[in-house]
């Protein structure tokens, strides 16, 4: 595996939002790559990025509501410009913007106009998925599919979150490969089972298979992986991400 790997920081929010520099540092110390932002912690762009510079990551994507560039777009993407990003994802669609709502029509002409001042800034657009995305369509298609189909390619790109895409009822390493070239950013994430709820682990430890889905993303053509955890019932978030990375690194 040589794909780049980077953290989410949702995953260490606390600690980042205590103490940003120093868990950045932390981070850099376990050995990845990058760090995908999800909010800004207070801090301007200049002071997201001289940070990550000082402690040797890059910021190589985030999450940004749809809200953010709806209320400001230039000013939105100017920032993450700033910051370095290649990538933003739209971290969720509600269910009158998703699929079949009464605000998708609109909500993709608004994807098409954020998509298009991404480009001009040289970031390309995606969307990350959660579960509820895999329920089927009239037609008994998974709806993240139907929703692919409605929007370009050149406009919007996949961030596949693999635990959220094996919890819909999909395999996620024959999913990298359907969207291959469309999935430049891929979320590894674990869960297990537990009383018939899911719940978050570090990866290695769940149902979602790191032997299969790393060779996966790679022949998919991802250009980086992102180790993300959003709840830590078992263990503290530091060790998590720490053994996840070691766990994907040894695919």
Not at 6 to 13: E, G, P, T
Not at 120 to 139: C, M, Q, S, V, W
Not at 196 to 203: I, M, P, Q, R, Y
Request: aromatic fraction near 10%.
């Amino acid at each position: 595996m040589n794909l780049p790997i980077a953290a989410q920081v949702y995953s260490v929010r606390d600690e980042a939002a205590a103490d940003f520099e120093k868990t950045m540092q932390q981070l850099a110390k376990m050995g990845y790559d990058g760090v995908e932002l999800a909010g800004l912690y207070g801090k301007s762009a200049k002071e997201i990025r001289d940070c990550l510079d000082r402690v040797g990551l890059q910021a190589i994507s985030a999450h940004v509501p749809i809200t953010d560039f709806e209320q400001d777009l230039s000013g939105t993407v100017q920032i993450y410009q700033e910051i370095g990003c290649k990538y933003v994802a739209i971290p969720y669609l509600d269910p009158e913007r998703w699929y079949g709502g009464s605000r998708h029509q609109e909500t993709l002409e608004t994807l098409v106009k954020i998509s298009q001042k991404c480009r001009e800034a040289g970031i390309e657009l995606l969307y990350h998925n959660h579960h509820f995305e895999f329920e089927k369509t009239d037609e008994g298609r998974f709806q993240l599919d139907a929703f692919y189909e409605t929007i370009s390619a050149e406009d919007l790109k996949t961030e596949l979150d693999l635990c959220w895409v094996k919890v819909g009822g999909a395999d996620p390493a024959a999913y990298l490969k359907k969207y291959a070239g469309r999935c430049p950013v891929v979320h590894v994430k674990d869960f297990v089972y537990r009383d018939g709820e899911v719940v978050l682990v570090a990866v290695g430890d769940g149902d979602v298979q790191a032997e299969a889905v790393v060779p996966a993303a790679v022949e998919s053509g991802a250009k980086w992986l992102v180790v993300e955890q959003d709840s830590h019932t078992f263990g503290t978030p530091m060790e998590n991400m720490e053994k996840s990375l070691k766990c994907v690194k040894a695919q």
